[in-house]
T-cell receptor, first 115, second 112 residues
Framework: NAGVMQNPRHLVRRRGQEARLRCSPM?????VYWYRQLPEEGLKFMVY????????ESGMPKERFSAEFPKEGPSILRIQQVVRGDSAAYFC?????????????FGPGTRLTVL | QKEVEQDPGPLSVPEGAIVSLNCTYS??????FMWYRQYSRKGPELLMY????GNKEDGRFTAQVDKSSKYISLFIRDSQPSDSATYLC????????????FGKGTKLTVNP
């Protein structure tokens, strides 16, 4: 039973390039969450998506960041024109979200380094 | 004031010790409380999940929530070197956003 999968595990980009981070939720899970972990900081919520819908994007920076979770395929977190401050670990979590079961299970993360 | 405060440590204990990890929170709307364990360079793994006040025990781990003082704790009995990790407390509201609000995490080292 595969867990949450994220790829790539490590991503290096130069300033101004685009970064695309992918997340495949656990089998049967249709709810996906993205969190960011800056060095020496806790995890910070970014966005919550269901299939084809953004439910809560209150933690997303207003510019350069976008997320999607299409009907088919993984969820994508896209960062345009990356800056050094975007260097962080990005974690995806998924949940089943049925009555009584809303545990968020985390993937291994993508570590983004911006040069 | 941060929504969830957690002493980052580091905390170093000998094998077999009882470990106490703590968080405080400011938002009285938080109803669900979790502890995640995160090994270095890995994703967080859920350890304990509690609703409202009270205690919950699972093996060597006990989670405690005191809503009157907005204080949450995780106790680890008979600590093992394999418990060495960063422990993150997390909370969320009931019926509102599904987002988890995390503490900064406490780094624990259990020495053999």
């Amino acid at each position: 039973n595969a867990g949450v999968m994220q790829n790539p595990r490590h991503l290096v980009r130069r300033r101004g390039q685009e970064a695309r981070l992918r997340c495949s939720p656990m089998k049967g899970h249709s709810h996906v969450y993205w969190y960011r972990q800056l060095p020496e900081e806790g995890l910070k919520f970014m966005v919550y998506l269901q299939k084809e819908n953004i439910i809560d994007e209150s933690g997303m920076p207003k510019e350069r960041f976008s997320a999607e979770f299409p009907k088919e395929g993984p969820s994508i977190l896209r960062i345009q024109q990356v800056v050094r401050g975007d260097s962080a670990a990005y974690f995806c979590a998924s949940s089943l979200k049925l009555a009584g079961e809303d545990t968020q299970y985390f993937g291994p993360g993508t570590r983004l380094t911006v040069l | 004031q941060k929504e969830v405060e957690q002493d980052p440590g580091p905390l170093s204990v000998p094998e077999g010790a009882i470990v106490s990890l703590n968080c405080t929170y400011s938002n009285s709307a938080f109803q669900y409380f979790m502890w995640y364990r995160q090994y270095s360079r890995k994703g967080p793994e859920l350890l304990m999940y509690t609703y409202s006040s009270g205690n919950k025990e699972d093996g060597r781990f006990t989670a405690q929530v005191d809503k009157s003082s907005k204080y949450i704790s995780l106790f680890i009995r008979d600590s093992q070197p394999s418990d060495s990790a960063t422990y993150l407390c997390a909370t969320k509201t009931q019926g509102g956003s599904e987002k988890l609000v995390f503490g900064k995490g406490t780094k624990l080292t259990v020495n053999p």
